[in-house]
């Protein structure tokens, strides 16, 4: 579990480095200095603990709409391996907040 997490861990700094790849570029500072502060695994359950999305959530559909999600936590948290690391109640939360902004995810 260990090993999955230091990798979960590049998978989440690599977030921040995709919103610059976006048609309109997003810098996300607080969210990395956010994961480098906490952890990803710890900074995730943050994220998706609070009743609406984050911030960087909201910026990151403005900046590049369904495809700007795909570099957000909830979709991250998702994906195979990752998801096996959140309980059914954090993955839930994922998808409502993907799918009410339109977003399918994998």
Aim: glycine share 6%.
């Amino acid at each position: 579990m260990i090993m999955l997490e230091k990798k979960f861990h590049a998978a989440m700094e690599n977030i921040y480095h995709e919103g610059l790849k976006l048609p309109k570029p997003y810098r996300a500072t607080r969210y990395l200095q956010l994961v480098r502060e906490l952890g990803s695994k710890k900074a995730a359950d943050r994220l998706l603990a609070t009743p609406n999305p984050s911030e960087g959530f909201t910026q990151l559909y403005l900046h590049g709409q369904t495809e700007g999600l795909t570099k957000s936590v909830e979709y991250l948290v998702l994906q195979s391996p990752w998801s096996t690391l959140f309980t059914e109640q954090q993955l839930a939360i994922a998808r409502a907040r993907l799918k009410r902004y339109g977003c399918s995810q994998a």
